[in-house]
């Protein structure tokens, strides 16, 4: 009787551990693990300290790759080889700059081919350090979804040009490399909206999806959609575009937040 026991509950704890989560209670993991995770605001506040006094160009780049990618392996777990740098000149002459973009990779058995783009300017460290914060936050919670994830931190250089994303446009079409969608994150202005993601589609495709998708986030504070006139042209292939502009103040629920939708769009 004894080992019957035993063994009726070992059924039972694995039939436990193969419920299905459903997405409200993994939304709500994502804002937990956000919630509790110190390493967030200790990290911005070090790199700020050791690469605000670097001047704008190379050497500032150097510097910000070079922490981003000791953030991403040691912090977010990702492995070595998923992380890679692209390197970049602009101008020429003496006013020829080297930089580097920086992506990193969490990889999904299931792809269909498509993957998923989270991205964000090298220079703004909030933002940065947001999308990595995502990427560690699928990778621990979520990974094995239906798509890829890849981060891109992007040079975006002087003139407010994207010179760093066309580098990796460039090289996504000669890999032919496809994306579902790219999720691109700026940090908040004065003048920015409140928590709300913008999209490059027509009316009733963000309608819709404020309709379906915002519920899930409602217990979280007041998100919402809108459309945006963006780059998408550019690309190398056709797919949606997001943005969303982080608030410094209130990081890790804007890390889930971002977390959640990629989750539901996956």
């Known amino acids: 009787m004894k080992r019957i026991i035993i063994m009726a509950m070992a059924v039972l704890a694995v039939l436990s551990s193969c419920k299905k989560v459903t997405p409200e209670e993994q939304i709500a993991t994502f804002f937990d693990a956000a919630s509790a995770d110190t390493t967030i605001a200790q990290s911005i506040a070090k790199i700020k300290a050791q690469c605000d006094d ?3 160009g190379s050497e500032a780049n150097d510097r910000l790759v070079d922490f981003y990618t000791l953030l991403l392996a040691k912090d977010a ?3 070595l080889d998923d992380i890679y740098t692209q390197d970049d000149v602009i101008g020429e002459g003496e006013g020829e700059e080297f930089a580097r973009n920086l992506v990193a990779e969490v990889r999904s058995r299931k792809s269909d081919g498509y993957d998923i783009l989270i991205s964000a300017p090298v220079e703004d460290i909030d933002a940065s350090v947001a999308a ?5 936050l699928h990778k ?15 040079q975006k250089y002087r003139r407010d040009t994207l010179s760093g ?9 000669d890999k032919k490399e496809q994306y579902l969608l790219d999720m691109d994150l700026m940090s908040r202005d004065s ?11 027509p009316e009733h495709i963000y309608k819709q999806m ?14 919402s959609f809108e459309a945006g006139d963006f780059r998408a042209s550019s690309y190398p292939v056709k797919y949606s ?11 890790p629920c804007d890390i889930a937040a971002v977390a959640g939708l990629i989750y539901l769009l996956d």
Do not use: C, M, Q
């Open 54 to 56: 670097a001047p704008f």
């Open 77 to 79: 777990g990702i492995d």
């Open 132 to 136: 990595i914060n995502v990427l560690k």
């Open 140 to 154: 621990k919670l979520s990974a094995g979804k239906d798509h890829s994830i890849r981060l891109l931190l992007y």
């Open 165 to 173: 994303f066309d580098t990796f446009n460039a090289a996504s079409r």
């Open 191 to 201: 003048t920015s909206a409140g928590k709300t993601f913008l999209i490059a589609e």
């Open 210 to 223: 404020e309709e379906y998708l915002l519920p899930y986030f409602d217990r979280y504070g007041r998100y």
């Open 241 to 251: 575009y997001y943005s969303y502009k982080i608030d410094p103040d209130d990081l």
